[in-house]
């Protein structure tokens, strides 16, 4: 049983540029969420999605948006990159809401 | 004062030692709980969840809530090396909020 998976691993961007990050949920699940992982520190909320639509939201701005296909995958797109956004991006997939399984991230570094 | 208070450690252990992990809470509307364990450069594992005040043992883990506290514990029974990691605790309202707030994680190293 696949668990949930990340692309790419790593990522290096420059300032202003923009990027895509894709997940696939594992099997059986049908809600993702992303988090932001800075060194040092817990993951932060970005946002969860089910049924294709964005169900809740923390507190990131409007250059974090995100998508969910039919299949239950996702993506996270960042625009107009900050180096402050380098980071460890995780999804996290669940069935229930609650108990949610993470992917082994994405690896961002904004130069 | 942040949501989740996790003290960052690091903790560093003998090999079969009893390691106590804890973290506080500020806010009364989380109603379950959360332990992952994260290796370096990885994405978090889940290791523990429980929705209520009280114990719940899974192996050498055991988790302890106390909601009226605020305070959440997991102890590692008889640590081995590969117990070395940065451990989360994790926690949400439920109900139709689906967020999980994170403490920061504690580091901790088991020596053989």
């Known amino acids: 049983d696949a668990g949930v998976t990340q692309s790419p691993t790593h990522l290096i961007k420059t300032r202003g540029q923009q990027v895509t990050l894709r997940c696939s949920p594992k099997s059986g699940h049908d809600t993702v969420s992303w988090y932001q992982q800075a060194l040092g520190q817990g993951p932060q909320f970005i946002f969860q999605y089910y049924e294709e639509e964005e169900r809740q939201r923390g507190n990131f701005p409007d250059r974090f948006s995100g998508h969910q296909f039919p299949n239950y995958s996702s993506e996270l797109n960042v625009n107009a990159l900050l180096l402050g956004d380098s980071a460890l991006y995780l999804c996290?997939?669940?069935?229930?809401?609650?108990?949610?399984?993470f992917g082994p991230g994405t690896r961002l570094t904004v130069l | 004062q942040k949501e989740v208070e996790q003290d960052p450690g690091p903790l560093s252990v003998p090999e079969g030692a009893i390691v106590s992990l804890n973290c506080t809470y500020s806010?009364?509307?989380?109603?379950?709980f959360m332990w992952y364990r994260q290796y370096s450069r990885k994405g978090p594992e889940l290791l523990m969840y429980t929705y209520s005040s009280g114990n719940k043992e899974d192996g050498r883990f055991t988790a302890q809530v106390d909601k009226s506290s605020k305070y959440i514990s997991l102890f590692i029974r008889d640590s081995q090396p590969s117990d070395s990691a940065t451990y989360l605790c994790a926690m949400g309202p439920g109900g139709s909020n689906y967020k999980l707030t994170f403490g920061k994680g504690t580091l901790l190293t088991v020596n053989p």
């Open positions: 996290a997939s669940s069935l229930r809401a609650d108990t949610q399984y």
């Open positions: 806010n009364s509307a989380f109603q379950y």
